[in-house]
């Protein structure tokens, strides 16, 4: 007799960096065209994959081939068309101004990457020094 387990489902946000040139609808016509056992929907940043986890990693993995330095994810802690964060269901938007503050990001991570495997390397760290108390009050009088 086999046990009736609850199957593992994971939902993850595919978010695309706004310097990438792959479009939300890309992300998901190739997600579904993975053939896998997976639910992906078109969203305003990238997509939401939805399926047991390894298949989303699976998926996930395949997305980012399209641009391996403008696809980002995290995994995401409700269900897609959950009803406690579905706008369509009149749910609430928490977290939101995060998400939208993490996407105006990743084209600085996308541009650092790029840089990387150009061979790029990093700008030396800024020398700090200690201001004198003399050059400090020249700066204050002058700004006054």
């Known amino acids: 007799m086999s ?39 078109e969203t305003c940043y990238g997509c939401l994959l939805e399926g047991d986890p390894a298949t989303v990693a699976e998926a996930r993995d395949e997305l980012r081939k399209l641009d391996p330095h403008g696809i980002y994810s995290k995994r995401r802690a409700y269900p897609a068309g959950d009803p406690r964060r579905c706008r369509a269901q009149h749910g609430t938007r928490p977290g939101y101004a995060q998400l939208e503050s993490e996407w105006k990001l990743l084209a600085n991570l996308q541009n650092a990457m790029d840089a990387i495997d150009l061979g790029e390397k990093a700008p030396p760290e800024p020398q700090k020094k200690i201001l004198p108390v003399r050059e400090f009050k020249e700066i204050y009088e002058v700004n006054l």
Request: charged share 30%; no cysteine; hydrophobic share 40%.
């Open 3 to 41: 046990e009736n387990k609850p199957r593992m489902r994971e939902t993850r946000l595919v978010m695309i960096s706004p310097a990438s040139n792959v479009t939300p609808d890309l992300l998901v016509r190739t997600a579904h065209a993975l053939g896998r056992e997976l639910s992906a929907k």
